[in-house]
């Protein structure tokens, strides 16, 4: 039964030793993922049977590490006794990686070269095309970008290096070592800028346009780069920034020798053009800016309002007056004080590149100009007066330093915004004498505000008891008012009542006048008309006889008795007894009258005989 079966160990041991099966027959197997370097051992039959002199590997078939690499796949007729053949894996650079290249063979490098120079060979993938091109043996100066390559290691060794990144806000100082050397004469200290060479990529393009070895002008701005970390090294630096309120100044290391623009006004330095060696005459604006810090030097001055002060422990943040102290000075009487100044300068945009072609620097112009410009100053002003006429005039002694410092300053291209005397710290005996004398002033200020405060007590006193009386002074002032307003309506309604009955009496006068003429009237012409009926009664009548008649008339509307009880003789006439008869009777009835009604109370006197006389006068 396990006869049926023998073929199938020849099986197995094939599929087992498959690989030395076909080295057998001359053929080799070359992975998807590999590359096969063959190496032959020996020539038989051939005009090159061994490597020319300095050779490494072999162009021609000669004996020896050969050129052309086996792609995968399958290959014949490479017997294992005349060729050895070793497998290598495809050379892949991983990202944000460059591949750095060495060859071992090739032409030699020219003396001085650091890098050998670029070869177009497939990106070292066509050994055969680089040592036939002239390629030269050493470190290479092109690298190998991000990826999967077939290189012969043979020939070719490459190890994987970073790329270069560059953050935001950097800038990359670069610094090659190959290339033209620098000229020392001409005081060259950096490479100028050479065009083509995409950011030192290529390095065979920058060394061929006659790029400088050593530190560049150029510098790289943020972002990655492949570059090789043979040719060049970068160095890494913050961004020039101008912050607001200043300007950049820039001075230029790098460069052609520039020509003055300055005028011939300045004598105090020259001022060239952007790009050329020297202080430049246009100063940047606040930004920022990929300025190489090796090759240029940004000078900021500020052009808003700068504080200065000249006192101890006091500093501003921009630093420039920290080593200003406050100024001893000597007065005319001998006393030597302290004075505290500020002074306030500003310096302008256009002004600026003067100031440091002059100085170098603001702080160099405080410590050569302001610093011995103010300090004498005071110093000379103190002496022209003693201590207390200066404490004393202390706004005019500032509004002079003002203006003479101001004009002092002009001639730097600073201007002079304001000088201010802070703290003056005048001796110890000084003070006293000002302090006692201040304190007596203050002394007899106090004695007289305190005679003023009981004044205006004793005020305040009489106030609150005239204020304690108010009551009754306002009560009794609104009864007087009351009174007179009482008194003054009496009279009014006095006035109204009398001229009222004038009014009254004269209306009533005026109505009897008038009733009075108007009886008068009715009664003149009611007299008249009887007068003139009784005129013609009498006329007609005779006197005697209508005087009988109305006697008659009278008596009998009266009811008196016409005929008396007893009658008295007379004197005859016609008429006349009768008359006096009835005037006698008349007069006795009266009398008895009168009688009666005075009896009652007192008697009444007697009577007097009046018959005859009435009877008389009748």
């Given at each position: 039964m396990l006869l049926a079966y023998w073929w199938v160990l020849p099986a197995i041991l094939f599929i087992m030793m498959y690989k030395w099966t076909f080295r057998l027959f001359g053929a080799v197997i070359v992975p998807q993922d590999c590359i096969a370097i063959v190496e032959k051992k020996f020539v038989l039959f051939g005009k090159y049977k061994t490597l020319p002199d300095g050779a490494i590997i072999a162009l021609n078939g000669e004996a020896g590490v050969q050129a052309d690499t086996l792609a995968p796949g399958l290959h014949w007729l490479y017997w294992p006794w005349q060729f050895s053949i070793t497998l290598q894996k495809f050379i892949t650079i991983g990202r944000g990686k460059v591949g750095l290249v060495e060859s071992r063979g090739g032409q030699p490098m020219p003396a001085g070269r650091i890098l050998a120079r670029k070869v177009e060979s497939n990106t070292f993938q066509n050994a055969r095309v680089f040592l036939t091109g002239g390629g030269e043996r050493g470190t290479q100066a092109a690298i190998i970008p991000p990826?999967?390559?077939?290189?012969?290691?043979?020939?070719?060794?490459?190890?994987?290096?970073?790329?270069?990144?560059?953050?935001?806000?950097?800038?990359?100082?670069?610094?090659?070592?190959?290339?033209?050397?620098?000229?020392?004469?001409?005081?060259?200290?950096?490479?100028?800028?050479?065009?083509?060479?995409?950011?030192?990529?290529?390095?065979?393009?920058?060394?061929?346009?006659?790029?400088?070895?050593?530190?560049?002008?150029?510098?790289?701005?943020?972002?990655?780069?492949?570059?090789?970390?043979?040719?060049?090294?970068?160095?890494?630096?913050?961004?020039?920034?101008?912050?607001?309120?200043?300007?950049?100044?820039?001075?230029?290391?790098?460069?052609?020798?520039?020509?003055?623009v300055s005028g011939e006004t300045f004598k105090h330095g020259n001022l060239v053009s952007k790009g050329e060696k020297g202080v430049w005459s246009e100063p940047l604006d606040p930004g920022k800016y990929p300025i190489n810090p090796f090759t240029h030097r940004v000078e900021l001055v500020p052009t808003a309002n700068v504080v200065l002060n000249w006192a101890n422990d006091k500093t501003e943040a921009h630093k420039l007056d920290e080593r200003l102290s406050s100024i001893t000075v000597r007065s005319s009487d001998g006393f030597t004080y302290n004075l505290d100044v500020s002074q306030i300068i500003h310096i302008p945009r256009n002004d600026a590149p003067k100031v440091i072609a002059r100085f170098g620097n603001v702080a160099a112009l405080v410590t050569q100009v302001l610093e011995p410009t103010i300090g004498n100053y005071f110093r000379n002003a103190a002496q022209g007066a003693d201590a207390i006429d200066f404490l004393k005039n202390?706004?005019?002694?500032?509004?002079?330093?003002?203006?003479?410092?101001?004009?002092?300053?002009?001639?730097?291209?600073?201007?002079?915004?304001?000088?201010?005397?802070?703290?003056?710290?005048?001796?110890?005996?000084?003070?006293?004498?000002?302090?006692?004398?201040?304190?007596?002033?203050?002394?007899?200020?106090?004695?007289?505000?305190?005679?003023?405060?009981?004044?205006?007590?004793?005020?305040?006193?009489?106030?609150?008891?005239?204020?304690?009386?108010?009551?009754?002074?306002?009560?009794?002032?609104?009864a007087v008012e009351i009174a007179e307003f009482n008194a003054n309506a009496r009279i009014k309604t006095a006035e109204g009542e009398a001229k009222s009955k004038t009014i009254n009496a004269a209306a009533d006068a005026e109505v009897t006048r008038v009733n009075g003429e108007a009886k008068a009237a009715v009664t003149t012409s009611v007299g008249s008309a009887e007068a003139t009926v009784i005129r013609l009664k009498v006329d007609s009548f005779g006197a005697g006889n209508y005087a009988v008649i109305e006697v008659a008339n009278a008596l009998s509307k009266s009811g008196f008795k016409l005929v008396p009880e007893i009658v008295a003789g007379g004197e005859s006439g016609q008429g006349g007894g009768l008359v006096n008869a009835l005037l006698g009777s008349m007069l006795n009835d009266a009398l008895a009258s009168k009688r009666a009604n005075t009896s009652v109370g007192t008697e009444a006197p007697a009577s007097k005989p009046v018959a005859k006389d009435a009877v008389s006068a009748t």
């Amino acid at each position: 039964m396990l006869l049926a079966y023998w073929w199938v160990l020849p099986a197995i041991l094939f599929i087992m030793m498959y690989k030395w099966t076909f080295r057998l027959f001359g053929a080799v197997i070359v992975p998807q993922d590999c590359i096969a370097i063959v190496e032959k051992k020996f020539v038989l039959f051939g005009k090159y049977k061994t490597l020319p002199d300095g050779a490494i590997i072999a162009l021609n078939g000669e004996a020896g590490v050969q050129a052309d690499t086996l792609a995968p796949g399958l290959h014949w007729l490479y017997w294992p006794w005349q060729f050895s053949i070793t497998l290598q894996k495809f050379i892949t650079i991983g990202r944000g990686k460059v591949g750095l290249v060495e060859s071992r063979g090739g032409q030699p490098m020219p003396a001085g070269r650091i890098l050998a120079r670029k070869v177009e060979s497939n990106t070292f993938q066509n050994a055969r095309v680089f040592l036939t091109g002239g390629g030269e043996r050493g470190t290479q100066a092109a690298i190998i970008p991000p990826g999967t390559y077939r290189i012969n290691t043979a020939l070719f060794t490459v190890v994987e290096a970073d790329a270069i990144e560059i953050p935001d806000n950097m800038v990359g100082v670069v610094t090659t070592s190959d290339g033209q050397p620098l000229n020392s004469r001409n005081g060259d200290i950096a490479g100028k800028v050479i065009e083509g060479h995409n950011m030192f990529q290529d390095a065979d393009a920058f060394i061929a346009s006659g790029g400088f070895r050593g530190l560049q002008e150029q510098v790289m701005l943020a972002g990655r780069y492949y570059l090789n970390p043979k040719f060049v090294t970068i160095d890494t630096k913050p961004m020039t920034d101008v912050p607001i309120a200043h300007v950049g100044v820039i001075i230029a290391y790098v460069g052609e020798e520039g020509v003055d623009v300055s005028g011939e006004t300045f004598k105090h330095g020259n001022l060239v053009s952007k790009g050329e060696k020297g202080v430049w005459s246009e100063p940047l604006d606040p930004g920022k800016y990929p300025i190489n810090p090796f090759t240029h030097r940004v000078e900021l001055v500020p052009t808003a309002n700068v504080v200065l002060n000249w006192a101890n422990d006091k500093t501003e943040a921009h630093k420039l007056d920290e080593r200003l102290s406050s100024i001893t000075v000597r007065s005319s009487d001998g006393f030597t004080y302290n004075l505290d100044v500020s002074q306030i300068i500003h310096i302008p945009r256009n002004d600026a590149p003067k100031v440091i072609a002059r100085f170098g620097n603001v702080a160099a112009l405080v410590t050569q100009v302001l610093e011995p410009t103010i300090g004498n100053y005071f110093r000379n002003a103190a002496q022209g007066a003693d201590a207390i006429d200066f404490l004393k005039n202390r706004v005019a002694r500032q509004g002079e330093a003002r203006a003479s410092i101001a004009e002092a300053l002009q001639e730097y291209n600073v201007g002079a915004v304001n000088t201010l005397i802070g703290d003056i710290v005048p001796p110890a005996a000084l003070m006293k004498t000002l302090t006692d004398r201040k304190i007596a002033q203050q002394e007899q200020i106090t004695f007289g505000t305190q005679q003023e405060a009981e004044t205006v007590r004793k005020t305040f006193e009489q106030a609150k008891a005239q204020a304690d009386t108010q009551a009754s002074v306002v009560t009794a002032e609104r009864a007087v008012e009351i009174a007179e307003f009482n008194a003054n309506a009496r009279i009014k309604t006095a006035e109204g009542e009398a001229k009222s009955k004038t009014i009254n009496a004269a209306a009533d006068a005026e109505v009897t006048r008038v009733n009075g003429e108007a009886k008068a009237a009715v009664t003149t012409s009611v007299g008249s008309a009887e007068a003139t009926v009784i005129r013609l009664k009498v006329d007609s009548f005779g006197a005697g006889n209508y005087a009988v008649i109305e006697v008659a008339n009278a008596l009998s509307k009266s009811g008196f008795k016409l005929v008396p009880e007893i009658v008295a003789g007379g004197e005859s006439g016609q008429g006349g007894g009768l008359v006096n008869a009835l005037l006698g009777s008349m007069l006795n009835d009266a009398l008895a009258s009168k009688r009666a009604n005075t009896s009652v109370g007192t008697e009444a006197p007697a009577s007097k005989p009046v018959a005859k006389d009435a009877v008389s006068a009748t």
